[in-house]
């Protein structure tokens, strides 16, 4: 891209950085929940429903993915078994999804293998420099947010 500033060029950087390490991410991320019979996608799903049962849209919004993904991925995980869809009582529209004791095994199971992955992950950082990326990401999250909530969407129900 032509004629940014420094801040712009930078930022624009930054940006396919963060799309190659999403890619690299979930590749790993395939092999790291492999071995509990789980894919990024369905892990990233489950993940969120740790903190108990949420509609689709919940779920959506929170990763920044398309309704019709999530839902196709929660499909896939009730048929496994891992997850289940009941009513939700504030919503009828919006059945809540929650884990059943499969899914939460398999989390419990994927755990120390995650947490190996993680901690080699973070190894060569400091704390300073992770928690500066962190806060930076947060910010970017926020402005995009709020960019989709201007523009009438609202980050992850389209």
């Known amino acids: 891209m032509h004629g940014l500033t420094p801040d712009g060029q ?16 979930l590749r ?3 092999a790291v929940s492999g071995k509990v019979g789980l894919t990024s996608a369905r892990w990233q799903v489950m ?19 398309r309704r019709q993904a999530v839902q196709q991925t929660v499909g896939r995980l009730e048929a496994e078994g891992m997850v289940e869809v009941g009513p939700n009582p504030r919503d009828r529209r919006a059945p809540l999804v929650q884990l059943t004791a499969r899914g939460k095994q398999a989390l419990e199971d994927l755990d120390p293998i995650e947490r190996r992955w993680i901690e080699g992950l973070a190894e060569p950082f400091s704390h300073e420099d992770l928690d500066a990326t962190l806060r ?7 402005q995009l947010d709020e960019q989709l909530r201007a ?8």
Not at 10 to 25: M, P, Q, S, W, Y
């Open 10 to 25: 930078l930022l624009n950087d930054i940006t396919v950085e963060i799309f190659a390490v999403n890619g690299r991410f």
């Open 28 to 30: 790993t991320g395939d």
């Open 47 to 65: 993940g969120l429903l740790t903190n108990g049962p949420a509609p689709v849209a919940h779920l959506a919004r929170e990763r920044g993915l």
């Open 136 to 142: 930076v990401l947060r910010a970017l999250r926020g």
């Open 151 to 158: 523009a009438g969407e609202d980050g992850g129900t389209a």
